[in-house]
């Protein structure tokens, strides 16, 4: 039976160098083994700050009364402690997807264990669109008059 739900499965890495390679997608010798799992899984990273900064942007460009969680996004962004831990974050796509089937999760997840093990990535998580598993959005504080 497949899941009702979506995956999405994300790693970090340890040392801001690292993080920069990976978020340019440098070819470099010692992440060779993280790109060929991500190829292998038709896979690409993308950095979660960098995710986070275009949220931010596009509701600044369109509106920020659509994007119910501006505020939130544009504070953690804007703390130096925050954006050093999400510029080492990546959220994996696949297929240009951000979620994907649990079945793709297990394998991508599976196919990075031996990277963690390792060392080259310092942490794998894999979240699901089940809203009990998942913070929601933050209320509003302010007038919405």
Known sequence: MTS????????????????????RELRD??????????????????????????????AEERGVENYPLYEWTKATIADPAKKEKYLKSFTLYV??????????????EAGL??????????RISKYDTNPANNPQPPQRTSDQG
């Open 95 to 108: 297929d240009e997807r951000e979620i994907y089937a649990k079945e793709i999760a297990d394998a991508l």
């Open 4 to 23: 009702q739900w979506k995956y999405q499965v994300r790693f970090d890495v340890s040392d801001s160098t690292t993080a920069e390679s990976v978020r």
């Open 29 to 58: 010798p010692v992440l060779a083994p993280l790109f060929d799992v991500l190829a292998e899984h038709r896979a690409a990273p993308k950095c979660q700050f960098d995710a986070f900064a275009e949220y931010v942007a596009a």
């Open 113 to 122: 264990q031996p990277l963690a093990t390792s060392g080259l990535i310092a």
